[in-house]
C-alpha cells in the first residue's frame, strides 16, 4: 500500500510538470468531492446491511429477547436511543460529505465568513438538550420501575448470591420462604454463607448448585460478597448487579419463559441450528443454558463465574425443590458445628416417628422370634446413670401412641451397656436403664401387665468395643415387641461375656 502511495505522488508531480499546477489542482479536489459521495453512500449502505445482518446477535432481537418482565422496558429505552442517535447519525454523515462535495475550492468562489449566528447556536444546542431531556426522564423512570424494591403485599421468592473467588454460592429458604440470618464472621469451611445456627429460620435453607426458578414468579436476590466486588449478571434476564462485600444489594425480577420454551423459540434461528458443543448428538438450540455470570473482573478465574439458569413451570419447580435438602440439616446437624443438640426441629420429629412405627411394625411382623427387638435409637441417658436425656421424650412418647393403638402387643424393655468399667455395674447400670425406660410407658398409661424389662450389661454388643462409635453403639436400649407372651426374665448374668 505504502509503495502504491509513494508511486501515485510521483505520477502526481510529473502530472503537475507536464500540465501546470493549477488544472492538475482542480482535477484532483472535483474527484476527492466525487469520492468522497461514494464513500458516504458505501458507508450508509453496508452500516445498515451489518445492523440487518448482526441484527439477531444484539440484546433484544431475534433469540436475545428479554425473558424476564421488566427486560422489555429496557429493551425499549435502549432501542428508543438507537433510533433517535441513528436519525442523527444519518443526517450529519449526509451532511458532511455532501458539504465537502458540494463547497469543494472552485475557480472564482471565495469562502464566507460567518463569526457568530444566534440562530443556529440555539437549534443545535437546544433541540439535543430537548431530546436528551425525553431520554433521560424515561430513562429515570424505567430505573425506578426496574430498580426497585419488593412491595409489603408482594408474593415474591428470596434467594441469595453470594459471590466469592471464584464461584458464586447459592441459598435457597426452604419451606418456611425465608432466609436466615447470617455474619460474616460465622464463615467457615463447612459454613459459606456464615450462617448463624441459632437462627432456626437456617434449619431448611438450602445450598443449590444452580439456580432454578419458576416461572412468572417474582424473585428478590440477595447480593452478596465475600472477599472483592463481583457482579450478579444474568443476561438472558437484564439483571445486573454488583456484589459488594459489607454492602448487600439485591435485583427483583420476573422470568418470563421456561427454558423449555425459550430453547423451542431459539431452534427457529439459523445460528442455533449448529451441532451442540456439549452434546453433539444434540442441536444446539436443544442445549442452551440461560447463564449466571460475573460482569466484575474480579481476578484472574473470574472467567469460572458461570451458573446455569433453569427455568421451570411451577410444578415441576416444586417437585425439583422437594428433592434438594436442607443444608444444615444434612452437613450442620449434629455435628460438633451445631449449637442446637438440645432441641428437636418438626421435621425430624414426624421423620422419628415414622421411621419408629415402621420399625416396630416390621418387628410384630417378623416370624423369627430372635427379630423381634428394635434399637430405641433416640433413647438416651445421662452418663453414668439412669436419668433420661430430655430428648428421649420424644421417642418414648411415640412407644407409648404404638402401644395404645396397638393394646394386643406385649414388650420387654432390654438395656445394655458398653464394656467400659465394672462388669457388674454395666450390669446394674443397665437394669436400672431399662427399668426407667419402662417406669416412663407405666406413667404414659400403659399397663403394668404388658411390660418387663432387664439387664445385660455389656454381655450382647452389637459393635466392635474398641472404638468410640462402637461403644456408643452399645450403649441401647432395646424394645422387643410381641403379640404372643413375653420370654421369661433372663436369670442373673454371669459377667464375663459370652455368646
Ligand atoms: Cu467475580
Request: aromatic share 10%.
Amino acid at each position: 500500500m505504502l509503495l502504491i502511495i509513494v508511486q501515485i505522488a510521483r505520477v502526481r508531480d510529473l502530472a503537475k510538470q507536464m500540465r501546470g499546477e493549477e488544472e492538475v489542482d482542480a482535477r484532483n479536489t472535483k474527484m476527492t468531492g466525487y469520492y468522497l459521495l461514494v464513500f458516504l453512500v458505501a458507508f450508509l449502505v453496508i452500516t445498515v446491511a451489518s445492523m440487518v445482518y448482526y441484527k439477531n446477535y444484539m440484546l433484544g432481537y431475534g433469540p436475545n429477547d428479554s425473558l424476564s418482565e421488566h427486560g422489555g422496558l429496557i429493551d425499549g429505552m435502549m432501542n428508543l436511543t438507537f433510533v433517535i442517535t441513528f436519525i442523527v447519525f444519518v443526517i450529519t454523515h449526509i451532511l458532511l460529505f455532501w458539504y465537502s462535495y458540494k463547497y469543494r475550492k472552485q475557480e472564482g468562489k471565495k469562502a464566507q465568513y460567518i463569526s457568530h449566528n444566534n440562530t443556529l447556536e440555539i437549534v443545535w444546542t437546544g433541540i439535543p438538550a430537548i431530546v436528551m431531556t425525553f431520554l433521560v426522564i424515561g430513562g429515570l423512570d424505567a430505573w425506578n420501575t426496574i430498580m426497585g424494591d419488593v412491595g409489603a403485599d408482594d408474593d415474591y421468592m428470596e434467594i441469595e448470591a453470594n459471590g466469592y473467588q471464584f464461584a458464586w454460592q447459592l441459598r435457597y429458604p426452604g419451606d418456611d420462604g425465608l432466609l436466615g440470618r447470617t455474619n460474616f464472621r460465622l464463615i467457615e469451611g463447612n459454613n459459606p454463607f456464615g450462617q448463624d445456627w441459632t437462627d432456626l429460620k437456617n434449619a431448611d435453607d438450602i445450598h443449590v448448585g444452580q439456580i432454578v426458578l419458576p416461572v412468572n414468579k417474582k424473585i428478590r436476590v440477595r447480593i452478596t460478597a465475600r472477599d472483592v466486588l463481583h457482579d450478579f449478571y444474568l443476561p438472558q434476564f437484564r439483571v445486573k448487579m454488583d456484589a459488594v462485600p459489607g454492602l448487600p444489594t439485591f435485583f427483583v425480577f420476573t422470568p418470563t419463559k421456561t427454558t423449555k420454551e425459550w430453547r423451542k423459540e431459539l431452534s427457529q434461528y439459523e445460528e442455533y441450528q449448529i451441532p451442540s458443543i456439549t452434546d453433539p448428538e444434540k442441536m444446539y438450540w436443544e442445549t442452551a443454558n440461560m447463564e449466571l455470570a460475573c460482569a466484575e473482573l474480579c481476578g484472574k478465574g473470574h472467567w469460572s463465574m458461570k451458573k446455569t439458569v433453569t427455568i421451570l413451570e411451577e410444578d415441576e419447580y416444586e417437585e425439583w425443590l422437594a428433592e434438594q435438602k436442607s443444608y444444615y440439616l444434612s452437613t450442620i446437624r449434629g455435628t460438633e458445628s451445631d449449637p442446637n443438640g438440645n432441641i428437636l426441629f418438626p421435621a425430624e420429629i414426624t421423620q422419628r416417628r415414622q421411621e419408629f412405627i415402621q420399625e416396630a411394625n416390621t418387628a410384630l411382623e417378623t416370624p423369627e422370634d430372635d427379630d423381634n427387638t428394635l434399637i430405641l435409637k433416640y433413647v438416651t441417658f445421662e452418663t453414668g446413670s439412669a436419668q433420661l436425656t430430655e430428648l428421649s421424650s420424644y421417642q418414648l412418647d411415640d412407644a407409648i401412641n404404638f402401644l395404645k393403638k396397638n393394646t394386643d402387643v406385649n414388650v420387654m424393655l432390654k438395656g445394655h451397656t458398653d464394656s467400659t468399667g465394672d462388669a457388674t455395674a454395666n450390669y446394674t447400670l443397665s437394669e436400672r436403664r431399662a427399668s426407667e425406660v419402662r417406669s416412663y410407658l407405666l406413667k404414659g398409661g400403659i399397663d403394668a401387665q404388658r411390660m418387663t424389662s432387664a439387664g445385660f450389661g455389656s454381655t450382647v454388643p452389637v459393635a466392635d468395643n474398641g472404638t468410640a462409635e462402637g461403644r456408643q453403639a452399645n450403649r441401647r436400649t432395646e424394645l422387643y415387641v410381641t403379640r404372643g407372651e413375653l420370654p421369661a426374665l433372663p436369670v442373673m448374668m454371669d459377667s464375663t461375656p459370652s455368646k
